[in-house]
């Protein structure tokens, strides 16, 4: 049992990880915008939080603070000139951030440019990641049962009719970029620590595009689904090793066969079976 | 020297709008933005290289190859849209199954081909020079210039006089009226995306040559490119294609010229996010802001 | 007649680029009065309701809801300050239940909808509680327009606004749609109503607000508009039900 721990301790750091990615993403697409930045705010936590510890010495908990909150205010920042923006012009825009934020990670002095960022301390390891998850999973629990559900769902369906109710939809696309956002900056500090070296290539637009995979996979409305597509995601190229350099074309298979069998994800294929 | 800047400007120009004249022409016709189409790039370019390699003439190989790309957009067109269209899926569901496409052909490269850059095999092309005042041309930057504006001029002249142009005008207005007027909208698709197809693999097949290399990972680094300039051009306007594109070309290879490289990007991002915020139909679009 | 009327709506005009959507339209409702809105299609009933809810944006003029200034503000502030509206194209959330569509009308009001409240709310829209947790866009077309006005209703709403309610409507549906615009207006809720049902406007309506190319043309009751030869032209001589 420790030897399989052992071997594959780091494939479950990575999913843990990547579990708090795609729930952070998941946030907004239940409010039904295509806010396609996460990358970009786990990248900036990443670098606020590794730049601390490395020439500020802080702790991890420290710089996990800081980092979330780094990206926190830059979502919010993002949140104003966005607020009118809907479907795929969200989606581009804030793909577009993304890329200015890697450029300015490129070139800014302190974060030493594209051979990447090192030295970080390894000292974010299973238990930290793990705690941040359930801690991540508890509090959508709880959402969950709240009314901000149902107002982030309403907003999804129909936003003018969600308004004649009485919601305020740009507090929802606010809250949920924001919220997105600090679970994202966790997962970049948590990140940043577990592989002590970060290059602004790790949270460019493939990244985004991966963590798009995880929640699509998974199944988009739902916490659950995040999860689990983070999950399976992650696991996979292991499990396919043996396909070798088929690897590649056996994921890009999956995520046409899920989009287009079952669209609902793996949540929706759960809940036919139970 | 500043003349030489702006030729150069123009040739990256000229193939950056053969890429996202593709981008445009699908978005403006069935309001998808297909991720695929920078994979489909990548392959044309590498059978290209294939077939130059195999010792069939280059002019010959260009044809093929981008013949070869335009097949692999019905393709794409069947496998990962053409059912979501049947069942009304909404604007996420395209982006993701063209996420999926491109990923298996980025495999299906990566297994042949590697993952390194590769260039044409030596001899594929005449290193002779031309000199027209200030300005020296290759060979190559004269094929790709005279392919470049050959296939635009080409498009233009489809969508402008020919029934298909019309039925695809149609069909990007709207795909119900177009129906009823007894066009064939899943042929006039179709064909949409053998054009778009052809035009990005036409880039594809330019690039590499252009700077002598092909590599898989080339279509991450023209992708989003592709997308500032659409969104600056306006997203289903393919003359704003050619406009932004030609724009793009010029400041990206003035700025690395005159100001540092670095922050290049940059510049076409934050144009890109400005008009977003500011003018979301972009210089030419005509669609207005697409409600949730 | 108390001093405030519950809806005012002073001179407002909506215009935006060249077309002029509505022109100085001015009318009010009284507490538990039942108004009337008709008039030919394009007539603009639509940008009215629109600019009363918020969502129009109002080139001049005012509307107040119990002496409160609305214009300007947002959507979702109208419809807390205590306006709610059905849609003339059904607008529920398709993919939520019938019990999640009601409970978001709640949004508008202070605090969520008890299990008696939520009861109530059936019974009075004639929604059997076995359609509580269906999807909403499962439900029949009778089923879907009553929903929507239960969510409205969920807001206990000081303004109804139903857009077209009876559209599609059978005989005996509209019946019980009169019997439950009459309901609401007993209880001290204002009830704007837009038809081109004349049958219903004239049984349900205190009085009756025509429009025609943005401006009131005719404003009385129901008897009187029917033979208002300003309204008989507009409607081109039909006068009887739509």
């Keep these: 049992m420790l030897a399989f721990f052992a071997q594959y ?3 479950v750091d990575q999913a843990g990880i990547n579990a ?214 992650t696991a996979l190229p292991e499990t396919i090793r043996f396909l070798h350099d088929y690897r590649e074309v056996t994921t890009g298979a999956l995520l046409l066969a899920i989009i287009i069998l079952a669209p609902g994800g793996l949540a929706q294929l759960w809940r036919r079976h139970a | ?75 794409l067109d069947r496998v990962a849209f053409a059912p979501l269209r049947r069942r009304n899926a909404g604007t996420l569901a395209p982006l993701i199954s063209s996420i999926g496409v491109a990923i298996m052909i980025q495999g299906i490269a990566r297994a042949f081909f590697g993952s390194d850059d590769q260039p044409f095999p030596s001899g594929t092309f005449a290193t002779a020079q031309l000199q027209i005042g200030s300005l020296r041309l290759g060979v190559v930057d004269v094929t790709v210039l005279g392919v470049a504006i050959a296939m635009m001029l080409a498009l233009s002249s489809v969508l402008r006089f020919t029934s298909l142009g019309r039925s695809i005008r149609a069909v990007a207005a709207d795909r119900i009226a177009a129906a009823l007027l007894g066009i064939d909208v899943e042929r006039t698709i179709a064909l949409t995306f053998f054009i778009a197809s052809a035009l990005g693999g036409a880039a594809g097949v330019l690039i590499g040559l252009e700077f002598n290399s092909v590599s898989v990972d080339m279509g991450a680094r023209i992708e989003l490119k592709g997308l500032a300039i659409i969104v600056l051009g306006g997203m289903g306007s393919v003359t704003g294609a050619v406009v932004g594109a030609l724009l793009l070309g010029c400041v990206e290879t003035l700025s690395v010229a005159y100001i540092s490289s670095g922050y290049r990007d940059a510049i076409s991002f934050g144009v890109m996010f400005l008009v977003l915020v500011l003018r979301p139909t972009g210089l030419f679009g005509r669609r207005s802001l697409r409600a949730a | 007649m108390s001093a405030v009327p519950r809806l005012a709506v002073d ?131 009778g089923t879907q327009r009553r929903i929507e006005i239960a969510r409205a209703l969920a807001a206990e709403p000081r303004l109804l606004v139903l857009d077209e309610p009876a559209a599609g409507m059978n005989a005996q549906e509209t019946a019980h749609l009169r019997g439950l615009i009459a309901s609401v207006a007993r209880e001290g809720a204002s009830v704007l109503l837009v038809e081109h049902d004349m049958a219903l406007v004239n049984a349900a309506c205190d009085r009756v607000v025509v429009l025609n190319f943005g401006t009131v043309i005719a404003h009385g009751i129901p008897t009187a508009i029917a033979r208002d030869p300003a309204v008989i032209e507009a409607y081109l001589g039909t006068s009887g039900a739509a």
């Design chain 1, 9 to 11: 301790s780091k494939l």
């Design chain 1, 20 to 233: 708090l990615l795609a729930l952070s993403l998941s946030l907004s697409l239940r409010a039904g915008h295509l806010a396609l930045a996460q990358a970009a705010f786990m990248g900036i936590a990443a670098y606020v939080g590794s730049i601390g510890a490395v020439d500020l010495h802080w702790t991890l908990l420290e710089s996990t603070f800081a980092g979330a909150l780094a990206a926190g205010i830059a979502a919010a920042i993002l949140a104003l000139p966005v607020a009118r923006l809907r479907g795929i012009f969200l989606a581009i825009a804030t793909i577009g951030f993304g890329e200015i934020a890697r450029v300015v990670e490129i070139n800014a002095p302190i974060t030493d440019g594209a051979e990447g960022f090192s030295d970080i301390p390894n000292d974010a390891g299973t238990l930290a990641i793990y705690a941040a998850l359930l801690a991540t999973v508890a509090a959508l629990f709880l959402l969950g049962r709240s009314k901000w559900a149902l107002a982030i769902a309403a907003t999804r369906e129909d936003e003018n009719a969600a308004r004649g109710c009485g919601i305020d939809v740009g507090l929802v696309r606010t809250t949920t970029l924001v919220s997105g956002a600090v679970i994202a900056g966790v997962a970049g500090v948590l990140y940043a620590h577990a592989n002590f070296f970060i290059t602004p290539g790790d949270f460019g637009f493939p990244r985004m595009e991966q963590i798009l995979v995880y929640c699509v996979i998974g199944g988009v409305t739902s916490s659950t689904g995040a999860v689990m597509g983070a999950a399976v995601m």
């Design chain 2, 1 to 75: 020297m500043l003349i030489q800047q702006i030729g150069n400007g123009v040739f990256l120009g000229a193939v950056y709008a053969l890429f996202a004249c593709g981008y445009a022409l699908v978005f403006g016709v069935l309001d998808i933005l297909n991720l695929a189409h920078a994979a489909i790039y990548m392959s044309a370019a590498f059978i290209a290289l294939a077939l130059a390699g195999a010792g069939v003439p280059l002019l010959l190989a260009i044809v093929l190859a981008i013949i070869a790309a335009g097949l692999l957009g019905i393709l």
């Design chain 3, 11 to 141: 001179g407002i005009s909506v215009h935006y680029g060249g077309v002029h959507a509505l022109r100085d339209v001015s009318f009010h409702i009284a507490a538990g009065e039942v108004l009337g809105l008709i008039g030919p299609n394009g007539a603009g009933k639509t940008t009215l309701i629109n600019a009363v809810t918020g969502i129009a944006h109002l080139s001049e003029g005012g509307v107040s809801l119990d002496g409160r200034r609305l214009d300007g503000l947002p959507a979702h502030r109208v419809a807390r300050a205590g306006i709610s509206r059905t849609y003339q194209n059904i607008r529920l959330f398709p993919a939520l239940t019938v019990e999640e569509n009601i409970r978001a009308g709640a949004f508008s009001r202070r605090g969520a909808i008890r299990e008696h409240e939520l009861q109530a709310l059936l019974e009075r829209t004639a929604i059997a509680p076995t359609e509580l947790p269906h999807v909403a866009s499962s439900r029949s077309y």
